[in-house]
């Protein structure tokens, strides 16, 4: 099994930065796509950014250009800078890793979530 460690949500006011970061531990074969997810009050849980294992890199529109999501495959790591934030990205932060726990089986383990609030 693979565990998850989220850090660095917190309150920021508008315009300002947090770097979310996601620690895999466990049993890893092969980290395969790593992504941040968020779930506001009320909404569904979306997709914030999508990161490859060759690095190629997706955004939901809503973040393009503000957010940029990065990995250290050394260290079975994901990070989200965030920019620029606005009060509408408040919402509890989600990482997903899909894997390779041996050279048969895929799978998928989400964090814990981060809170992130942005005030105006």
């Known amino acids: 099994q693979v565990q998850l460690v989220e850090s660095g949500g917190g309150l920021v006011q508008a315009g300002g930065s947090l770097r979310l970061s996601c620690a895999s531990s466990g049993s890893i074969f092969r980290l395969n796509e790593m992504g941040w997810y968020r779930q506001a009050p009320g909404k569904q849980r979306e997709l914030v950014a999508l990161?490859?294992?060759?690095?190629?890199?997706n955004y939901a529109d809503s973040v393009k250009g503000r957010f940029t999501i990065s990995r250290d495959n050394a260290k079975n790591t994901v990070y989200l800078q965030m920019n620029s934030l606005k009060p509408e990205d408040t919402a509890v932060y989600y990482c997903?890793?899909?894997?390779?726990?041996?050279?048969?089986?895929?799978?998928?383990?989400w964090g814990q979530g981060t809170q992130v609030t942005v005030s105006s």
């Open positions: 997903n890793v899909d894997y390779w726990q041996d050279a048969f089986r895929k799978k998928s383990s």
């Open positions: 990161i490859t294992s060759g690095g190629t890199t």
